[in-house]
């Protein structure tokens, strides 16, 4: 019988994500907040944002220093937040909570959603089977079924759900879509190059949550054949653009971005080629900072721990 080895307790973490409008006392107040309770703090970052007059923080504490659960933390950090001017963290949304407490000993979930282009699942089902990504994934939807037989390889139920061009057909698959999703309740759901565009429902209801990758350094050449926009303007950088999914295309709060140097040499084929190992590392850097509670978001702007 294999033997697993056993978690170190120390590395266990409660994360505090926190934001509030900019002010005196705020790291004194959260830091003897903390050291009241015994709590051994080993990450700390603060940001404040001169145009909206912000404070945020990210920090993560020991959970084996408090005699306390996650939710007995959150009940007594409540009162705090509110004396600060921070918001509860039951409003869920990309602009919503402005404080939030997380147990990194809580497994974290996600679900992706795919269409015929393999690249970004074959490299985060890799890094997942791999232990670089340390999340559980239940389910891969894809609108073809292309993509169903290397989900399923690697132990993953793969849903087909075809998307017929009528609108009512569309809205039932998007209802289809939904219900297998919230099914698992996932901590993310990931576009992983899905083609198709979620209705303003969906937007709302996975916001904060639904996270994509556009094969483009946004906001230029947004929608459709980014790369086939870019080459006819003779770009010399491409990139691609991690960001959350809101209602206006492609203009939700981006996460990570990078690029690559191209040149008059190269031809769409080309750019899509090297496109999608940018594509790969973008959503992979801005994944993972989703899940470690890195990404917080104030007036359509992220700020990434």
């Not at 402005?98 to 959603?113: A, C, E, F, H, N």
Request: charged content about 25%; glycine content about 8%; some cysteine.
């Amino acid at each position: 019988m294999e033997t697993v080895e056993a978690e170190d307790p120390s590395e266990r973490r409660f994360v505090i994500t926190f934001g509030c409008p900019d002010r005196v006392g705020i790291v004194a107040r959260i830091a003897s907040f903390l050291a009241e309770l015994g709590g051994w703090i080993v990450e700390a970052a603060y940001h404040t944002d001169p145009d909206t007059g912000w404070f945020f923080t990210r920090q993560e504490v020991r959970a084996d220093s408090l005699p306390y659960d996650v939710e007995e933390l959150r009940s007594l950090f409540s009162p705090v937040a509110a004396s600060l001017g921070a918001g509860s963290d039951a409003d869920g949304g990309v602009e919503g909570s402005q404080w939030r407490i997380d147990d990194t000993g809580d497994r974290r979930r996600m679900v992706l959603l795919v269409s015929t282009d393999g690249h970004c699942l074959y490299d985060l089902l890799g890094r997942v089977a791999g232990g670089e990504l340390n999340v559980d994934v239940p389910a891969v939807i894809g609108n073809h079924e292309s993509l169903g037989e290397i989900t399923e390889a690697f132990g993953i139920d793969f849903h087909h759900v075809p998307f017929p061009k009528d609108a009512d057909g569309k809205a039932a698959a998007f209802d289809r879509v939904r219900t297998i999703v919230d099914e698992h309740d996932p901590d993310a759901i990931v576009l992983a190059r899905f083609m198709q565009i979620l209705p303003p429902e969906l937007c709302q209801a996975w916001a904060g949550r639904a996270v994509n990758i556009h094969h483009s350094f946004l906001p230029s050449f947004v929608g459709a054949r980014p790369y086939h926009q870019a080459h006819s303007r003779g770009v010399k950088l491409i990139g691609a653009t991690c960001h959350y999914v809101t209602a206006e295309l492609d203009a939700g709060p981006i996460i990570e971005q990078d690029v690559i140097r191209v040149d008059h040499s190269d031809t769409v084929a080309d750019m899509v080629r090297r496109g999608r190992d940018i594509e790969k590392v973008v959503l992979a850097r801005g994944l993972r900072w989703h899940l470690e509670h890195r990404v917080l978001v104030h007036a359509g702007r992220t700020v990434v721990f």
